[in-house]
């Protein structure tokens, strides 16, 4: 993978983690009773709050100011870092499967540069 493909993978995981805290809750089923409706409305607050705060994490900050350098193996570990932190934060609307996918292999790509 070279810079210019990796830098483009980070800037897609970037607005994917940016977009997360733009959806709208869904309307409440009038069904439903209000303490589940109140908790649902706290725990998609807490979630965007989590994912907003994945492009500030200092693993994900530090390795993308190291790619941005050249390091293409720092792209690997921004990737992974951007990932993890979606997945910690409940997957920020993107499948767990996929973000832990993510994060398995950058980490392996980045060993791979290390020559491990």
Do not use: W
């Amino acid at each position: 993978m070279n810079f210019k493909l990796a830098t483009m993978f980070l800037t897609f995981l970037a607005v994917i983690s940016t977009n997360a805290e733009d959806k709208k809750p869904a309307p409440a089923d009038h069904k439903q009773p209000a303490a589940l409706c109140v908790a649902a409305q706290e725990q998609m607050a807490f979630q965007a709050t989590e994912c907003s705060n994945c492009t500030n994490n200092a693993d994900y900050t530090r390795y993308l100011e190291q790619c941005k350098g050249g390091s293409v193996r720092s792209c690997y570990l921004a990737a992974a870092a951007l990932c993890q932190c979606n997945l910690d934060a409940g997957g920020c609307g993107s499948s767990t499967d996929a973000l832990r996918t993510c994060v398995d292999q950058n980490r392996k790509l980045a060993q791979e540069m290390d020559g491990n």
